[in-house]
C-alpha cells in the first residue's frame, strides 16, 4: 500500500468517524426533546386531574369560569419553542412571572374571596409537587385534557355540571393571608397576549397600514424593574395601585415622608428604597410587622436590578 492510499483511508475513517458521530448528536437531541415533551405531558395530565377533583367546581369545567374566574385564557399561557401558533416563545423573565404567579395564588388563594389556599404549607391539601403540576397544565393550556379526564370521571360516578358547579351561597371566603397576589397585581398577567406577536397571515408583526401604530411599551430600566417586581413575587406584598396588602403600596412611595414604627420619619429617596429591598429590618414602617419582607434579595437581585425595580416604583407616582 502507498502513501497516498494511506492517507485516503485515513481521511475516510476520519469520514466516517464524524458522520456518525454526528448522526448520534443529531438523534441523541431529538430523543432528549422527545423524552422532554413526554415529560411535560404527564405532569400536565397530573394537573389535569388535580383540577378535575379540586378546581372545576369553581373554575368551570374547562376552567371557563364559573364563581371564580376564567382560567382557560392566553394571558396564563407561556409559549415554548415551535408552538404551532408561530408566536415566539415566552421571553424568560415572562414566564417566570407568570409561573410564580400561579404558583403563588394556587399556594395562598386569595384573602376575602371564594379563592381557598392549597399549599400544605399554609394547612391546604396540596403538596408543591401537586401545585406545580397544576401550574404546568395551566401554563400549556392543556384543557384538553381537563375535557378528557374530566368527562371520564364524569360518567364513573354519575356526575352532572349541577352536581359539580359549586353554588356560591355555600362557599365561605379565605381569611388567611400568606402574601398573594391580589386581583389588582393579577390584571397586568391576565391581559397578556402571548399570541400577539405570532405572524398573521405571513405579514410579521408590522403595524396595520394606516392604522396608527400601538404605543410602544414602557422601555428601559422602569419596564425591566416592573418585570423584576413581578417574577420576584414583590408585587405579591406591595400593591401598586394604593390599595393596602401584606406590605405599604408603592403608589406615592418614592420621595415621600414614610412613618416608621419608631415615631421618626424618613425620607423615601433612592437610598432608603435600596436600603428597604436590602436590609428590610433596617427601618420598619408603621403599622407593618418586622420580617415578613424577606431578607434575602441582596443576594437574588443584582445591584443593577435593585435601580431598575427602584426605577420602577419612582413611575408610581
Ligand atoms: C371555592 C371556589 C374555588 C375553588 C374550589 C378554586 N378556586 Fe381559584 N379562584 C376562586 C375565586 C373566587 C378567584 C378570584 C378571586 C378574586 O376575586 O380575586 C380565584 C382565583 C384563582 C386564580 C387567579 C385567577 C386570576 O385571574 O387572578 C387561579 C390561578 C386559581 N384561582 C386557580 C385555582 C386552582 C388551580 C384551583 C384548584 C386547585 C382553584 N383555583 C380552586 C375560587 C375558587
Ligand atoms: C412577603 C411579603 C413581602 C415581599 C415578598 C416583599 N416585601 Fe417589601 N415589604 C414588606 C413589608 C411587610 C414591608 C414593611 C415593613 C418594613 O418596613 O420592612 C416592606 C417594605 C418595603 C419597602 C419600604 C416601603 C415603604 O413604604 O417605606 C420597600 C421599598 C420594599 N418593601 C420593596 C420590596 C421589593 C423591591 C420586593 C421584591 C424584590 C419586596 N419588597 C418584597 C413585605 C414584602
Known sequence: MNTSKQVNIMIGTVLLAILVFGGYIGYES?????????????????????????????????????????LNRPGFRIIGEHDPSGAPPSPQGEADAVTNFLFNTISCGRTNTFMPLWAQRFGGSLSDTQVHQLVTMISEGRWDLVKEIGDEHDKEVGATPATILADASTLSLTEKNCGQFTADNAADIRGRDPFKAAPAGGAAAAPAAGGAAPAAPAAGPAAEGKTLATANGCTACHSVGGA????????????????????????????????????????????????????????????????AIIAYIKTLN
Not at 389535569?48 to 369553581?58: E, G, K, P, Q, Y
Open 244 to 307: 393596602a396588602g401584606v406590605g405599604p403600596t408603592w403608589k406615592g412611595l418614592s420621595g415621600h415622608d414614610v412613618p416608621l414604627a419608631d415615631g421618626s420619619t424618613a425620607k423615601a429617596d433612592d437610598a432608603y428604597l435600596k436600603e428597604s429591598i436590602i436590609n428590610p429590618g433596617a427601618k420598619i414602617v408603621k403599622g407593618f410587622a418586622p420580617g415578613i419582607m424577606p431578607a434575602t434579595f441582596k443576594d437574588k437581585l443584582s445591584d443593577a436590578q435593585i435601580d
Open 30 to 70: 431529538t430523543r432528549q426533546a422527545e423524552a422532554r415533551v413526554e415529560i411535560t405531558e404527564r405532569i400536565a395530565e397530573r394537573g389535569a386531574r388535580l383540577f378535575v377533583n379540586n378546581c372545576r367546581s369553581c373554575h368551570g369545567l374547562e376552567g371557563e369560569g364559573h364563581v371564580g374566574p376564567v
